[in-house]
């Protein structure tokens, strides 16, 4: 990351979110103020990452799929505000290590579980990628709701319309509480109940030992990363 880019991009964010938004942030107070945070939040717009980013109180790092990288100058500047890229036709462990060196590291690391963008604007199922950063990993886990995004820029649309949007983090829960059983569905309705967006059925389970009784989670999946993918 060039935080000499991030910080005026952080900013341009910020007049952005607040001018076209009216953003509102909520819960911030209790962000840790130092070392590893794994952020998780609802996805269900492109506008979520550079929300999520710019709303934090600390410098953030992303997952994204790698063919970003390829478009020009957008893909320099992403590399810039800190976005490690990831090879979904590849191996998942290449993006496994991306993030857990950025947590390792005392970094802030935010993930989109769901993998995708939500097509109606629930909270949908996670998959368990966040599960096994975590048990490598076991750091503070701030679970954080996107709301108005979904209005604002759905993927019906084509272009952003100004619709108020809202972050709100809620209280960190230890990587122990996710990893309980259970744990990890309590943690998908925090982050719908921030998101004030309703749960999507969970997807069941398939037969992957490596998840343990995790409620909703949805495999990890072999190849791809479980990042946003569209």
């Given amino acids: 990351m060039k935080t000499w880019i991030w910080w005026p991009c952080r900013l341009a964010c910020r007049i952005y979110f607040t001018l076209f938004h009216r953003r509102r942030i909520l819960g911030r107070e209790g962000f840790p103020p130092a070392g590893a945070v794994l952020?998780?939040?609802?996805?269900?717009?492109?506008?979520?990452?550079?929300?999520?980013?710019?709303?934090?109180?600390?410098?953030?790092?992303?997952?994204?799929?790698?063919?970003?990288?390829?478009?020009?100058?957008?893909?320099?500047?992403?590399?810039?505000?800190?976005?490690?890229?990831?090879?979904?036709?590849?191996?998942?462990?290449?993006?496994?290590?991306?993030?857990?060196?950025?947590?390792?590291?005392?970094?802030?690391?935010?993930?989109?579980?769901?993998?995708?963008?939500?097509?109606?604007?629930?909270?949908?199922?996670f998959r368990s990628g966040a599960l096994l950063v975590l048990r490598r990993v076991p750091v503070p886990v701030v679970p954080a709701g996107v709301r108005g995004t979904f209005r604002a820029w759905p993927r019906t649309r084509k272009l952003p319309r100004p619709v108020r949007c809202a972050v709100h983090f809620g209280p960190p829960m230890s990587a122990a509480e996710v990893l309980a059983p259970g744990g990890f569905e309590e943690l998908r309705r925090r982050i719908a109940e921030l998101a004030g967006s309703p749960l999507a059925p969970a997807t069941p389970r398939g037969d992957d030992p490596s998840e343990g009784s995790d409620g909703g989670a949805r495999p990890f999946p072999v190849g791809p990363f479980p990042i946003s993918t569209s």
């Fill in 39 to 125: 952020v998780l939040a609802n996805h269900a717009s492109f506008l979520d990452p550079p929300f999520v980013g710019s709303a934090t109180p600390r410098l953030c790092y992303f997952l994204a799929r790698s063919s970003l990288a390829s478009i020009p100058l957008f893909g320099r500047l992403l590399r810039a505000v800190g976005v490690h890229f990831v090879d979904r036709e590849g191996s998942a462990r290449a993006g496994l290590a991306r993030a857990i060196e950025s947590l390792e590291a005392g970094e802030v690391l935010c993930m989109f579980p769901e993998g995708t963008r939500s097509s109606t604007g629930e909270v949908g199922a």
